[in-house]
């Protein structure tokens, strides 16, 4: 039977075949991409706007970057936060359009706290009795299991889309801990650590809390996963996760598919696992030629990682560079000084070489290719993660875990104002037989 498939298969690939000469012939937009590098236009929306170049002549040109959420640049989001913790506030902000005042504030995270636990029976009967290897697969399939457990599940009025939105957003830190904890006890065979959830804790916190073993934590380290789900929040409705699921939503399916739908985007490596790609990297630079490597040693390293000869030999230095963003990546900047701070207590050595990497990779880059990048998000949060012990199977999950409020953003404002089905067209190139 395997024979028989493999040689249909290769039959396929054989006959099969797309020339790429017919996708300029018939103005494909691959990856819904313009030929000049920007996105087609797709939709609008006032839930947030990625900014990192401008137009002119049909020329994409730099220019520093921006990420606003609802007209707020995201480097004012963080300011506001000062000693207290923001990523309770940037959720009120994108799901209702302003940022809270000190009243409303204190209530939303009231909200929020009180819908912290998960249902009764659900630790035990969906998460710890059904573990996977995939933590995404697993805390996907429990948000859907969550649709059991809702009176009204279907419904996709926007008020009642709200109420259940943050219901989820609430139960994240639960999921994707008690996910990690199902995985190391059943498959890897660890102890299991069981805390539950604490509503004196902001949400930073309770992963922190819940995540742990022992359960502890200093501020520092709270602060800066706050910090980095802040930044993660959102970023634009033509993301692919974002853009996956306003698709699926346009069919009027209820929000727990949709999420799932862009929980399963953004596992993906394209998308969010880049910064364990960058720490993988960056490790293997780190023990070649070492934390006192001189600028010298750097710059021969990231030019044999552009001609294709270091790492994985894909010619890609991950964490440099970006589709929208050119001269700088605002979630980068606010993400370099929170590595900063937190370097101070945790590895200041493994800090600077990563400062002198990026100096280094944007300037050859530059030599060799022609063309600014800037260094990306992806560039400092996994440094971030691995200086807070984060397990790597949690790198995704909490990404996910601050994303779900903007795909819920999206998700509704899409169905309040175009409210159509997304139906895009393919043109067929294959043979007709009568």
């Known amino acids: 039977m395997s024979t028989f498939l493999k040689e249909k298969f290769n039959d396929l690939l054989k006959d099969g075949n797309i020339p790429q000469e017919l996708y300029d012939k018939y103005d494909v937009k691959r990856g819904l991409r313009n030929n000049n590098g920007t996105g087609v236009l797709v939709g609008l929306t006032k839930v947030s706007e990625v900014s990192g170049y401008y137009v002119e002549n049909d020329i994409k040109l730099?220019?520093?970057?921006?990420?606003?959420?609802?007209?707020?640049?995201?480097?004012?989001?963080?300011?506001?936060?000062?000693?207290?913790?923001?990523?309770?506030?940037?959720?009120?902000?994108?799901?209702?359009?302003?940022?809270?005042?000190?009243?409303?504030?204190?209530?939303?995270?009231?909200?929020?706290?009180?819908?912290?636990?998960?249902?009764?029976?659900?630790?035990?009967?969906?998460?710890?009795?059904?573990?996977?290897?995939?933590?995404?697969?697993?805390?996907?399939?429990?948000?859907?299991?969550?649709?059991?457990?809702?009176?009204?599940?279907?419904s996709i009025e926007s008020y009642d889309m709200i109420l259940k939105g943050i219901s989820i957003i609430s139960k994240m830190p639960a999921i994707i801990s008690y996910s990690l904890q199902a995985k190391t006890h059943y498959l890897d065979h660890d102890s299991l650590h069981i805390h539950f959830p604490k509503k004196e804790y902001s949400f930073a916190e309770n992963i922190l809390y819940l995540s742990r073993n022992d359960g502890e934590f200093t501020d520092l380290e709270a602060k800066t996963l706050d910090m980095c789900l802040i930044v993660h929040a959102d970023h634009g409705g033509g993301n692919n996760s974002a853009f996956v699921g306003t698709v699926v939503s346009s069919t009027l399916t209820d929000i727990y598919s949709m999420i799932c739908a862009s929980m399963a985007s953004l596992k993906g490596p394209r998308h969010g696992g880049a910064n364990m790609a960058v720490l993988d990297?960056?490790?293997?630079?780190?023990?070649?030629?070492?934390?006192?490597?001189?600028?010298?040693?750097?710059?021969?390293?990231?030019?044999?990682?552009?001609?294709?000869?270091?790492?994985?030999?894909?010619?890609?230095?991950y964490?440099?560079?970006?589709?929208?963003?050119?001269?700088?990546?605002?979630?980068?900047?606010?993400?370099?000084?929170?590595?900063?701070?937190?370097?101070?207590?945790?590895?200041?050595?493994?800090?600077?070489?990563?400062?002198?990497?990026?100096?280094?990779?944007?300037?050859?880059?530059?030599?060799?290719?022609?063309?600014?990048?800037?260094?990306?998000?992806?560039?400092?949060?996994?440094?971030?993660?691995?200086?807070?012990?984060?397990?790597?199977?949690?790198?995704?999950?909490?990404?996910?875990?601050?994303?779900?409020?903007?795909?819920?953003?999206?998700?509704?404002?899409?169905?309040?104002?175009?409210?159509?089905?997304?139906?895009?067209?393919?043109?067929?190139?294959?043979?007709?037989?009568?």
């Open 62 to 154: 730099p220019k520093p970057g921006n990420l606003y959420y609802r007209g707020l640049d995201v480097s004012l989001v963080a300011k506001k936060v000062g000693n207290d913790f923001g990523y309770e506030n940037t959720c009120f902000l994108l799901l209702f359009g302003h940022y809270p005042n000190e009243k409303e504030s204190t209530e939303f995270k009231k909200i929020i706290a009180d819908s912290y636990d998960l249902p009764e029976g659900f630790l035990e009967n969906i998460i710890l009795k059904n573990p996977s290897k995939s933590l995404m697969n697993h805390i996907a399939r429990s948000i859907l299991s969550l649709y059991s457990f809702d009176d009204n599940p279907d």
């Open 281 to 317: 990297m960056m490790q293997e630079v780190i023990n070649d030629i070492g934390l006192d490597a001189t600028d010298e040693d750097i710059t021969a390293v990231v030019r044999r990682i552009l001609n294709k000869d270091y790492f994985d030999k894909t010619g890609l230095i």
């Open 319 to 434: 964490g440099i560079g970006h589709a929208i963003y050119t001269l700088s990546d605002p979630r980068c900047e606010l993400l370099r000084e929170e590595a900063r701070k937190l370097s101070y207590e945790k590895n200041p050595k493994k800090f600077e070489f990563y400062n002198r990497f990026e100096t280094i990779a944007i300037r050859v880059f530059e030599e060799e290719k022609g063309k600014r990048v800037c260094a990306n998000v992806d560039f400092y949060s996994g440094l971030i993660y691995e200086m807070l012990n984060i397990p790597r199977d949690l790198f995704i999950p909490i990404f996910a875990a601050a994303r779900l409020v903007g795909w819920i953003s999206h998700d509704i404002e899409n169905l309040l104002y175009c409210n159509k089905i997304i139906r895009p067209a393919t043109k067929y190139v294959g043979t007709m037989e009568d």
